[in-house]
């Protein structure tokens, strides 16, 4: 399968409804339940977990869906699949700080070969076409008026280069700060670090131990596409498809 215009265009559209169908219950109050593994879970976790999964699997069934809120487990080998994370930055969400998102990438040699990220609340959309990364407000009519290509920007030297640090996650600001050398940090939630470094706002994102596959892959397809890279500790390209779909600590950059 190859991701050609019309194809991205319809997957985009998959993530702006899931977006939209999430916006609804976060207007409303809500509650949340607690995972085995200590995440928090809502019901638009999981409305918006099985609209993409329905509406990916009309593009092709045989493709698999490896999902955050869905199964995560191969039903037989492949080296092509969707990685989802319908919902990014529950606790975001729980807090109602707007900043979370939807996810959806496809993985094909190990590799994000397309992604997609939608932000409900400010309807901004950050996604790959043609082996270019682009950006749109979504207008009331779902058009791409706004619609532009987003380069990184490359900075160096000491103090130039901007910090992404995650909200939920940042016991080492200040050990981030002196190893790459900048007094420069940007705090923000769920995957929208990879936005704001493919779009030119930031230049490293470091994210030291474990996060999952769905929590990266559409932004490292963005960020690829962008001019970026997002690398192990050992500066080895990070791959999809691995055991129990954990990443290792790595770093995004510009
Ligand atoms: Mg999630």
């Known amino acids: 399968m190859k991701i050609d215009q019309k194809l991205s265009n319809f997957v985009n559209q998959i993530a702006v409804d899931a977006g939209e169908e999430i916006l609804k219950i976060y207007k409303k109050p809500f509650t949340s339940k607690m995972k085995k593994d200590k995440s928090p879970v809502t019901k638009a976790d999981l409305i918006a977990n099985d609209l993409i999964c329905k509406r990916l699997q009309s593009i092709n069934p045989k493709i698999q869906i490896i999902s955050e809120e869905g199964k995560k487990k191969f039903s037989k080998k492949t080296n092509i699949f969707w990685l989802v994370d319908p919902l990014d930055g529950t606790k975001e969400f729980i807090k109602k700080n707007g900043e979370f998102t939807v996810n959806i990438a496809l993985i094909k040699n190990c590799r994000p070969i397309y992604g997609v990220i939608y932000l409900p ?65 940007i705090f923000s939630g769920s995957s929208i670090k990879f936005c704001l470094i493919a779009s030119g706002k930031g230049n490293i994102y470091p994210r030291l131990g474990t996060t999952m596959e769905w929590d990266t892959a559409a932004g490292h397809a963005i960020l690829n596409a962008a001019g970026g890279s997002v690398t192990t500790l050992d500066r080895k390209v990070l791959k999809y498809g691995k055991k129990g779909f954990k990443n290792p600590s790595f770093i995004a950059r510009s």
């Open 121 to 185: 609340v400010k309807k901004e959309i950050y996604f790959t076409q043609n082996k270019s990364a682009y950006f749109s407000i979504i207008d009331h009519k779902n058009s791409y008026k706004t619609k532009k290509k987003i380069k990184v920007k490359k900075r160096t030297g000491i103090n130039n280069r901007v910090l992404l640090l995650s909200r939920s996650h940042s016991r080492n600001i200040k050990l981030s700060k002196k190893h790459f050398k900048t007094d420069k940090a």
